[in-house]
């Protein structure tokens, strides 16, 4: 079985640029949830992705856009960087059930730094 | 909006301690409730989970969690700890139409030798 994969792992960017955070779900699993855990805090919900479309969303603006692509990976867009987007950037997978109980399973993350 | 607490940030314990590490959370629906721990250098990875029956569960390397519905509570509990349990452990709740997880700050557990 494979787990949750995230390209790159470490990226730094300087503001007003754009970056693009890949994730590559586990194998048999249909939805990707983005989250962003910024240094000593837990991890905050950004959005998530079932059959290519977004499925919900956190209290984060729309430069953080994302897409799913037909094989499950997803990626995850955010424009006009800011300092305060340095973070962790956790991409999660899961297997959607009909009696709505997920269990998602995290990538090691991306480290995003905005200078 | 749902919330977690988990008011120890940072707890220190000897082998061979028991752990007890709270974890509560604010929303009236159903929930299904999670720990996750971040041991030094590797990911997030799931310890145990409750959806529905047993409030009692029972996790990976003999941890524990009891639902208590009345007092909005799943701490998390080990009757001995190891070393080896170094890490952050984050309680989350799961809810809403995307079955979003709603984190706790985190719990940094340090086991000394």
């Known amino acids: 079985e494979t787990g949750v994969t995230q390209s790159p792992t470490h990226l730094i960017k300087t503001r007003g640029q754009q970056v693009t955070l890949r994730c590559s779900s586990q194998?048999?699993?249909?939805?990707v949830s983005w989250y962003q855990q910024a240094l000593g805090q837990g991890p905050q919900f950004i959005f998530q992705?079932?059959?290519?479309?977004?499925?919900g969303r956190g209290n984060f603006p729309p430069r953080f856009s994302g897409l799913q692509f037909p094989n499950y990976s997803s990626e995850l867009n955010v424009n006009a960087l800011e300092l305060d987007d340095s973070a962790l950037y956790l991409c999660?997978?899961?297997?959607?059930?009909?009696?709505?109980?997920?269990?998602?399973?995290f990538g090691p993350g991306t480290r995003l730094t905005v200078l | 909006a749902q919330s977690v607490s988990q008011h120890n940030h940072h707890v220190i314990l000897s082998e061979a301690a028991s752990l007890e590490l709270g974890c509560n959370y604010s929303?009236?629906?159903?929930?299904?409730l999670f720990w996750y721990v971040q041991y030094p250098g590797q990911h997030l990875q799931l310890l145990l989970k409750?959806?529905?029956?047993?409030?009692l569960v029972k996790g990976i390397k003999g941890f524990e969690a009891e639902f208590i519905k009345s007092k909005f509570s799943f701490n998390l509990r080990k009757p001995s700890v190891q070393w080896s349990d170094t890490a952050e452990y984050f309680c989350?709740?799961?809810?809403?139409?995307?079955?979003?997880?709603?984190f706790g700050s985190g719990t940094q557990l340090t086991v000394l030798p």
């Open positions: 929303y009236g629906g159903t929930v299904n």
């Open positions: 194998s048999g699993h249909n939805t």
């Open positions: 989350a709740v799961g809810s809403g139409s995307a079955r979003q997880l709603t």
């Open positions: 999660a997978s899961s297997l959607r059930a009909s009696g709505g109980v997920d269990t998602q399973y």
């Open positions: 409750y959806f529905s029956g047993d409030p």
């Open positions: 992705y079932y059959r290519e479309e977004e499925n």
